[in-house]
């Protein structure tokens, strides 16, 4: 333990997902070691992320405007929807260069643990996108563990009664894995067989 406001710094880097107590101390002893001008740049930053970005409207993708860039590029197929836990699946899905469609992004599983049921989710956002007509196909690309699988079980029960075809991305991802930790040859490989649920 150390002495107030360094402790804090600790506590507030250690809530942080993936880092841990030790790496939240190297971080703080990093911070502490570093130039000012570097360690301000950080926090103006912080500060700046917080107040500018914000979620597209459409898809609840991050965005610095009201709808991603994505939501506007008209080489983009309306046809089909691909349905992403959260905007860093997208990017992991991007870098394949494959799909060619709009994405809608849930802001997380069905977790019941957790306290996540569908309507903490952007499920009825959904539903009102389809309702357009204009998309026949929806991919179900929801990591492939327990809360993902869950979801995606709610979500094709929800779709199935409208005529659509609802997929779900193939065997190559690992079970209890995260989409944005897949390679890319992973990623285009179950993306491009994946299956009707």
């Known amino acids: 333990m150390y002495e107030g406001i360094v402790q804090d710094l600790i506590d507030e880097l250690g809530r942080l997902p993936g880092i841990g107590p030790k790496s939240a101390q190297r971080i703080a002893f990093h911070l502490l070691d570093a130039d000012d001008a570097a360690v301000r740049r950080l926090a103006e930053v912080l500060i700046q992320v917080k107040d500018t970005v914000r979620f597209c409207e ?3 993708n991050v965005s610095a405007e009201e709808k991603c860039r994505i939501c506007t590029d008209p080489r983009r197929t309306d046809e089909v929807i691909c349905v992403v836990e959260e905007s860093k699946d997208i990017v992991a899905i991007e870098k394949i260069r494959e799909f060619k469609g709009r994405y809608h992004v849930l ?3 069905i977790d019941p643990i957790g306290g996540v049921g569908p309507n ?6 959904l539903m009102s996108r389809l309702g357009s007509g204009e998309t026949t196909e929806v991919i179900l690309a929801l990591d492939p563990n ?3 699988e869950a979801t995606a079980a709610y979500l094709s029960r929800l779709l199935g009664p409208m005529e659509l075809t609802v997929t ?3 065997s190559g991802l690992p079970v209890g894995g ?3 930790y897949a390679d ?3 990623l285009g490989r179950a993306f491009l067989g994946r299956r009707s649920v």
């Open 58 to 60: 459409i898809c609840g």
């Open 107 to 109: 802001g997380g599983a």
């Open 146 to 148: 327990i809360e993902g």
């Open 178 to 180: 995260d989409l944005d």
């Open 120 to 125: 903490d989710l952007r499920i009825t956002q």
């Open 184 to 186: 890319e040859m992973t």
């Open 168 to 170: 779900r991305l193939a």
